[in-house]
């Protein structure tokens, strides 16, 4: 599949020329490639390998002659390193795109087989999401590494640590410290990714010793801010505030202007042909999020191939389909007007996307694409009382519920979340799940998520079976008046159920992917008291208590994800809602993730400078009285109004969002669209029909 696998293998000269039309020519090849074609440049050598002359950021950024590394070489790991520091000096998000994107270039032209890797450690990652595996190696080893390292003590590193803050700065200052008779071999992008995933791999108390001298063995070779981009990916916390999104940008602007050398940034054709080709990449990577799919397809293929090559597959999970909060049964009745509809009770458990493969692998993923397999053993081995005959593989989407066997009812999702995380054996088992299936999107080697609702039910209440308490269809009805609405919505409520899920059944009635979409509407009890939806938000500094409170914080500053321009808003601050547990358990966690000053991309009033700031690692679910514009707040600002932001009144403490990633919080967007729904009710006003993406 990989055609140029072997390519950088052999010393051949790569040609420079469109993607979906890479020439090499062997050395068996008897004629010279056309220079029109080719573009070639990279016979002569580059003047330098030092990373003072690697720069990325420059406007007329040449990917052959401006890279430090030659045709058919592995990349340096400095021109990686190099290209995260001039990120990190950066502010303005479209330059950060523009530098990566430039690092790219040079990959694709000059060595497209560290392309994959050079994705993944941009990302701090070794493999998708969905395998499990996670950067993040304990300080002690690392610190341990550093001291073997450089001769350095212990306690000197950590009390450099404590000061500085950063473990990669005091790494990288450690290393300018030492001298070395012989210099170690350089370090390339793929050996580190290698030694990084192999490092990952490893479990057990008996393979520190092994982490430490293979760390020791990378920071001997370290040279300029090598180390410090090292020992962040290390210790989990690469954070150079460039999300995923922006990384899929710079890769298909890398790509666009690799297929046209020519083309200016500044120009239309190369924002309509980015446009275009990023809405292509975005869409794949939501069906398909496996890099190692998706790159070869781009560099054998191009980015137009991706939707023929990289489609819904058993045993990937899919980014799921997420609905819209309505405020009342006469907002529905209005959305929905003219499409037939059908109402299911909304369960309040957890999301589980259940893949058959095929083989009789059952695997099941979070609403975060994460495995989940390991969690439901119990699931897992009633799969095969719930399929017919002709089943051969399967996608489905349910909600997994805590479920009373002795009562047959619901239990609530508090129960859910006493229940092991991983690695559960089923004899140990105490909270017993049943689970509420509402879709199918893949059944015997065909995906249905463009066909209409009404179709995929069908399919799946034709190829499953009902059994009490362990596999159910969600409850529904195809009910139409406001009456009966309101009837049913109450009755889900009896049953235990958070309200209703209200979904477009034949007109405009796809599974759309990765998509918070007005095809499904949400109607929660609480939305008929407060607000509408409550709020995720991310959590990003403390305030110290006092009183009862001492030693945990007082209070707490929240924030939103603005998603346009990767920074979190602060939205609130929030001292209510939590229980004493809650203080004490919440401040230990946070505490972990304590840093020295503000993210760059966290924006803030000074006024509102909290004791202690977080990392945003955090997502709480937060409900509050109403959304007002903010002279202090920084949400959502430029949305509603250019210079104020919104904020919550009376926010209250629900509960932790495990299942939900900083990324994944309320957005600036959803938190401006609150707020004018709210406005537009008070008003008598609420219509809106547009439709984005989450
Ligand atoms: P969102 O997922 O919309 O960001 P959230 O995670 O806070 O927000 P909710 O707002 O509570 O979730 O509502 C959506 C969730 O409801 C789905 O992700 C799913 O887990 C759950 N759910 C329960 N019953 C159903 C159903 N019948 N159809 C679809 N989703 C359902």
Same mark, same amino acid.
């Given at each position: 599949m990989f055609a140029l696998k072997s390519i950088q293998l052999a010393i051949q000269p790569l040609i420079r020329c469109p993607l979906n039309k890479i020439v090499i020519k062997t050395m068996a090849t008897k004629a010279t490639p056309k220079k029109s074609v080719m /573009? $070639?440049?990279?016979s002569s050598p580059p003047s330098a390998t030092s990373s003072s002359v690697y720069n990325p950021s420059k406007s007329d950024y040449d990917a052959v002659d401006d890279a430090i590394w030659r045709s058919g070489e592995r990349v340096p790991y400095l021109a990686f390193a190099t290209t995260l520091k001039t990120i990190e000096e950066t502010s303005g998000r479209l330059k950060m795109i523009e530098i990566l994107s430039n690092y790219f270039r040079s990959v694709i032209a000059l060595s497209a087989d560290d392309l994959i890797k050079s994705v993944y450690l941009c990302l701090n990652k070794?493999? &998708?999401?969905?395998?499990?595996l996670e950067m993040g190696i304990g300080e002690s080893l690392i610190i341990k590494a550093i001291a073997a390292a450089t001769g350095r003590k212990v306690d000197q590193i950590k009390a450099e640590i404590e000061k500085k803050g950063d473990m990669g700065i005091v790494a990288e200052l450690s290393r300018t410290n030492q001298k070395t008779l012989f210099a170690p071999p350089k370090l390339s992008v793929a050996n580190v990714f290698d030694k990084f995933k192999q490092i990952t791999q490893m479990s057990g108390n008996s393979t520190q010793a092994k982490k430490v001298e293979m760390i020791q063995s990378m920071l001997v070779a370290c040279r300029e801010c090598e180390a410090r981009y090292l020992v962040r990916s290390l210790t989990g916390k690469l954070r150079i505030g460039l999300a995923e999104q922006s990384l899929l940008q710079a890769l298909t602007q890398a790509v666009v202007l690799h297929n046209n050398v020519k083309m200016k940034r500044s120009s239309d054709k190369f924002k309509a042909e980015v446009a275009k080709h990023s809405l292509i990449l975005k869409t794949a990577y939501c069906e398909c999020p496996n890099y190692d799919r998706i790159i070869p397809v781009i560099l054998e293929?191009? $980015?137009?191939a991706l939707p023929t090559h990289c489609q819904l597959t058993p045993g990937i999970p899919l980014k799921p389909m997420l609905a819209h909060p309505s405020k009342g049964v006469d907002e529905v009745l209005r959305r929905f007007d003219k499409s037939k509809f059908t109402c299911e009770y909304k369960y309040d458990g957890e999301r589980a996307q259940i893949h058959y493969v095929g083989n009789g692998s059952v695997l099941i993923f979070s609403r975060?694409?994460? /495995?989940?397999?390991?969690?439901y053993p119990d699931i897992i081995k009633r799969m095969p009382n719930c399929i017919t005959d002709e089943v051969k593989d399967f996608i489905i989407d349910c909600e997994a519920v805590a479920w009373d066997q002795q009562q047959k009812q619901i239990l609530p999702f508090q129960v859910l979340s006493t229940r092991k995380r991983k690695n559960a054996e089923e004899g140990d088992i105490k909270i017993q799940v049943c689970l509420y299936v509402f879709d199918l999107l893949y059944l015997n080697g065909e995906s249905l998520v463009a066909e209409p609702l009404s179709k995929r039910r069908d399919l799946l209440r034709a190829h499953f079976k009902s059994v009490e308490g362990e596999f159910t269809f969600a409850h529904s009805s195809d009910v139409n008046t406001l009456d009966e609405i309101q009837e049913f919505l109450e009755e889900s409520i009896k049953g235990k159920c958070e309200g209703l899920m209200v979904k477009t059944l034949d007109v405009d009635a796809s599974y759309e992917i990765a998509k918070r979409s007005k095809k499904w509407l949400k109607l929660k009890k609480d939305y008929l008291e407060g607000v509408g939806d409550t709020l995720d938000l991310v959590v990003i500094g403390g305030y110290r208590g006092k009183g009862k409170r001492t030693g945990v914080y007082g209070g707490y500053l929240l924030a939103c994800y603005d998603d346009g321009t990767e920074e979190f808003q602060s939205i609130c601050k929030i001292g209510t809602g939590f229980k004493d547990e809650d203080l004490e358990n919440l401040a230990n966690s946070l505490n972990e993730h304590v840093i020295d000053k503000p993210k760059s991309y966290y924006n803030y009033d000074?006024?509102?400078? &909290?004791?202690v700031w977080f990392d945003a690692v955090q997502v709480w679910e937060v409900k509050c009285a109403d959304l007002s514009l903010s002279p202090v707040h920084k949400a959502a600002i430029g949305f509603v109004n250019d210079d104020k932001g919104i904020s919550l009144r009376f926010p209250r403490y629900l509960r932790?969002?495990? #299942?939900?990633?900083? #990324?994944?919080?309320?957005t600036a967007s959803q938190v401006s669209e609150m707020y004018k729904n709210q406005e537009q009710i008070k008003a008598g006003n609420d219509d809106d029909d547009d439709e984005d993406d989450y």
């Amino acid at each position: 599949m990989f055609a140029l696998k072997s390519i950088q293998l052999a010393i051949q000269p790569l040609i420079r020329c469109p993607l979906n039309k890479i020439v090499i020519k062997t050395m068996a090849t008897k004629a010279t490639p056309k220079k029109s074609v080719m /573009n $070639i440049k990279s016979s002569s050598p580059p003047s330098a390998t030092s990373s003072s002359v690697y720069n990325p950021s420059k406007s007329d950024y040449d990917a052959v002659d401006d890279a430090i590394w030659r045709s058919g070489e592995r990349v340096p790991y400095l021109a990686f390193a190099t290209t995260l520091k001039t990120i990190e000096e950066t502010s303005g998000r479209l330059k950060m795109i523009e530098i990566l994107s430039n690092y790219f270039r040079s990959v694709i032209a000059l060595s497209a087989d560290d392309l994959i890797k050079s994705v993944y450690l941009c990302l701090n990652k070794v493999c &998708p999401d969905y395998e499990g595996l996670e950067m993040g190696i304990g300080e002690s080893l690392i610190i341990k590494a550093i001291a073997a390292a450089t001769g350095r003590k212990v306690d000197q590193i950590k009390a450099e640590i404590e000061k500085k803050g950063d473990m990669g700065i005091v790494a990288e200052l450690s290393r300018t410290n030492q001298k070395t008779l012989f210099a170690p071999p350089k370090l390339s992008v793929a050996n580190v990714f290698d030694k990084f995933k192999q490092i990952t791999q490893m479990s057990g108390n008996s393979t520190q010793a092994k982490k430490v001298e293979m760390i020791q063995s990378m920071l001997v070779a370290c040279r300029e801010c090598e180390a410090r981009y090292l020992v962040r990916s290390l210790t989990g916390k690469l954070r150079i505030g460039l999300a995923e999104q922006s990384l899929l940008q710079a890769l298909t602007q890398a790509v666009v202007l690799h297929n046209n050398v020519k083309m200016k940034r500044s120009s239309d054709k190369f924002k309509a042909e980015v446009a275009k080709h990023s809405l292509i990449l975005k869409t794949a990577y939501c069906e398909c999020p496996n890099y190692d799919r998706i790159i070869p397809v781009i560099l054998e293929h191009g $980015i137009e191939a991706l939707p023929t090559h990289c489609q819904l597959t058993p045993g990937i999970p899919l980014k799921p389909m997420l609905a819209h909060p309505s405020k009342g049964v006469d907002e529905v009745l209005r959305r929905f007007d003219k499409s037939k509809f059908t109402c299911e009770y909304k369960y309040d458990g957890e999301r589980a996307q259940i893949h058959y493969v095929g083989n009789g692998s059952v695997l099941i993923f979070s609403r975060n694409q994460e /495995n989940n397999t390991s969690k439901y053993p119990d699931i897992i081995k009633r799969m095969p009382n719930c399929i017919t005959d002709e089943v051969k593989d399967f996608i489905i989407d349910c909600e997994a519920v805590a479920w009373d066997q002795q009562q047959k009812q619901i239990l609530p999702f508090q129960v859910l979340s006493t229940r092991k995380r991983k690695n559960a054996e089923e004899g140990d088992i105490k909270i017993q799940v049943c689970l509420y299936v509402f879709d199918l999107l893949y059944l015997n080697g065909e995906s249905l998520v463009a066909e209409p609702l009404s179709k995929r039910r069908d399919l799946l209440r034709a190829h499953f079976k009902s059994v009490e308490g362990e596999f159910t269809f969600a409850h529904s009805s195809d009910v139409n008046t406001l009456d009966e609405i309101q009837e049913f919505l109450e009755e889900s409520i009896k049953g235990k159920c958070e309200g209703l899920m209200v979904k477009t059944l034949d007109v405009d009635a796809s599974y759309e992917i990765a998509k918070r979409s007005k095809k499904w509407l949400k109607l929660k009890k609480d939305y008929l008291e407060g607000v509408g939806d409550t709020l995720d938000l991310v959590v990003i500094g403390g305030y110290r208590g006092k009183g009862k409170r001492t030693g945990v914080y007082g209070g707490y500053l929240l924030a939103c994800y603005d998603d346009g321009t990767e920074e979190f808003q602060s939205i609130c601050k929030i001292g209510t809602g939590f229980k004493d547990e809650d203080l004490e358990n919440l401040a230990n966690s946070l505490n972990e993730h304590v840093i020295d000053k503000p993210k760059s991309y966290y924006n803030y009033d000074e006024s509102l400078r &909290p004791d202690v700031w977080f990392d945003a690692v955090q997502v709480w679910e937060v409900k509050c009285a109403d959304l007002s514009l903010s002279p202090v707040h920084k949400a959502a600002i430029g949305f509603v109004n250019d210079d104020k932001g919104i904020s919550l009144r009376f926010p209250r403490y629900l509960r932790l969002r495990d #299942d939900k990633k900083p #990324d994944m919080a309320t957005t600036a967007s959803q938190v401006s669209e609150m707020y004018k729904n709210q406005e537009q009710i008070k008003a008598g006003n609420d219509d809106d029909d547009d439709e984005d993406d989450y």
